[in-house]
């Protein structure tokens, strides 16, 4: 059950982190103090889209394991 929970955090920092790019998209060079584009902001974009894209896929698989284990009876089904 542990696949599950780190996938979700993945998919929950991948998507913080492209959230953050996107709206402050300066931090690459504060942080690594290395402008790789030139200042024209397309490094920035890029890595919006790829942590965007891995946000997603993390959370497809979290979403696909956990029912893999709440259908192999490891989860407790919720109660109606």
């Known amino acids: 059950m542990l696949k599950p929970r780190v996938e979700t955090a993945l998919s929950a920092f991948f998507g913080v982190m492209a959230v953050v790019t996107a709206f402050w998209?300066?931090?690459?060079?504060t942080v690594f103090r290395v402008d790789p584009d030139g200042g024209n902001g397309?490094?920035?974009?890029?890595?919006?889209?790829?942590?965007?894209?891995?946000?997603?896929?993390?959370?497809?698989?979290?979403?696909?394991?956990?029912?893999?284990?709440?259908?192999?009876?490891?989860?407790?089904?919720?109660?109606?």
């Open 25 to 29: 998209p300066d931090w690459i060079e």
């Open 42 to 80: 397309s490094a920035e974009w890029l890595v919006v889209a790829v942590l965007g894209v891995a946000a997603i896929v993390a959370f497809i698989a979290a979403r696909r394991d956990y029912r893999t284990a709440r259908a192999a009876g490891q989860v407790a089904q919720p109660q109606r």
